[in-house]
Each structure stands twice: as structure tokens, then as C-alpha cells.
């Protein structure tokens, strides 16, 4: 049985080599498997998941969606950041995106 941190792994790797359809496949499976109803943070751990594998492989509109489900979620603050969404560079494919760009500054210090 695999672990749901190496079905994370199989996303990754599957998007990173540009086999869109699998890593997509893959993560709205673990989104199914382990939902936020069962299990609020590792159900958002896979929202998370879901969101990176498809800003990386193009697919802006359901990232943002993700992403918008992840920042509603009070337990997504234990891996949603305002810094995270900022600085790290596998949220690049969205910068600019006024979607993107405004869950950003939903999350900012106030």
C-alpha cells in the first residue's frame, strides 16, 4: 500500500516530467481518498498537493480553485502560508494571476 507522503512523490514526479493527466489523476485521487470531512489537516495537506501539481502543469484555474478551498479552511494555516504562497518558487507558474494574487493578500500580516 502506498504511503500518502509517497503518493505526494508520485504527483511530483509525474508533473515534473510533464505527464499532466497522471499527476492530476493522482492528486484528485488522494484528495477523494482522504478528505477534509475525514481528516481536516492531512485532507488539506492533499488540497495543497492538488493546487502545486496544477500550477505546475498549467492548470491555473483549478490551482487557484484549490488554493481558494485550502485558505477557507481553518486548519489550512498550519501549511498555507502568506510567506509560503510568496517566496517559494513551485507557486511561480501562478504569479500574476490576479486569482493567485489575491488569495496572497489574504493571507498577509495585518
Known amino acids: ?22 499527476a492530476l489523476r493522482e492528486g484528485r485521487r488522494a484528495v477523494e481518498l482522504l478528505p477534509v ?11 495543497k498537493y492538488l493546487a502545486m501539481i ?10 487557484c480553485e484549490q488554493l481558494a478551498t485550502a485558505v477557507r479552511c481553518p ?4 501549511d ?10 513551485f507557486w511561480d507558474p501562478l504569479r500574476g494571476d490576479p ?4 488569495i496572497v493578500a489574504s493571507l498577509a500580516p495585518k
Open 54 to 63: 496544477a500550477a505546475w502543469v498549467g492548470e491555473k484555474d483549478l490551482a
Open 75 to 78: 486548519t489550512s494555516g498550519m
Open 37 to 47: 470531512e475525514k481528516d481536516p489537516v492531512n485532507g488539506m495537506v492533499m488540497i
Open 80 to 89: 498555507l502560508s502568506y510567506d509560503e504562497l510568496k517566496l517559494m518558487p
Open 99 to 102: 486569482r493567485f494574487e489575491k
Open 1 to 22: 500500500m502506498t504511503t500518502h507522503a509517497e503518493s505526494g512523490e508520485a504527483w511530483r514526479i509525474d508533473a515534473a516530467l510533464g505527464r499532466k493527466e497522471e
